[in-house]
C-alpha cells in the first residue's frame, strides 16, 4: 500500500513567487508546476504551509542593517500564499495548516522548526517557532515530503531543524526554486542516505 504523506510547502508566498513581489525568486512557477504534479500522483493527506511572518522593525531587511529587502510583512499583500497554490489544494479537497515564522524581529529565523516539545506518553512531538507562537504536531511515522521557497535558505534550514529533531523529511527538489545554490543540497546527501530519499531528477540516485 501506498504510504501517505505530509508535504511541508515553505514560504510559498507571494514576495517570493510573484514576478512582482519584493524578494521574486526565479523558479518559483516551475516548483509551483511541479508541486501540482506531485499532488496529482502521490497520496497526500495533509499540507503544512509555512509562512515568512516579519514585523517592520526586521533585522534582516535592508532598511534596518540586514541584507534582505522588506519582505512578507504580516498582513501584507505580499505575506499572502501563492493564489495558484491555494487554488491546487482547494481543488484536491486537501486540509491544510498554517505555520508561521520569522516574528521575532531581533531573531533571524530561515528555518520554520526550530524548537520541538514532547508529548506526554506518546510519540509525537510538537514543533514550534523561536517564539513559540506557531505549533504544529509531528507524527513520527508518517512520511514527510518537503519542498518550497528559498531551497537555498528557509528549505534547507527548515530541513536541518527536522533532521536535528529526529524526523527524517523526503526532500522534494523539483517542488523548489533557488536564490543561487542549488548544488548546496548535494552536500548534505550524507545525512540522508541511511535515511529518507530525495525526489527529484537531479536526486533519482538517491530514491530508496
Ligand atoms: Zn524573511
Known sequence: METEKILIIVDFQRDFCNPQGSLYVKGS????????????????KEVILTLDWHNYDDESFKVNGGQWPVHCLQYSEGA????????????????????????????????????????????????????????????????????????????????KNLMKHGIKPRVFMDGMAFINQKSLWMARHSLTKDGKAFIGEKFDLYER
Open 29 to 44: 512557477e516551475e516548483a509551483l508546476e511541479n508541486i501540482k504534479k506531485f499532488l496529482e500522483e502521490n497520496l497526500v
Open 80 to 159: 499572502g500564499i501563492s493564489d495558484e497554490l491555494m487554488k491546487i489544494i482547494g481543488e484536491h479537497e486537501l486540509p491544510y495548516q498554517i505555520f508561521r515564522k520569522g516574528d521575532d524581529p531581533t531573531h533571524e529565523e530561515y528555518g520554520a522548526f526550530e524548537k520541538k516539545i514532547q508529548m506526554h506518553n506518546s510519540d509525537n512531538i510538537m514543533l514550534v517557532n523561536h517564539l513559540e507562537t506557531s505549533m504544529i504536531m509531528i507524527k513520527p511515522d508518517t512520511e514527510y515530503v518537503l519542498c518550497g521557497i528559498a531551497g537555498d535558505y528557509c528549505v534547507y534550514e527548515t530541513f
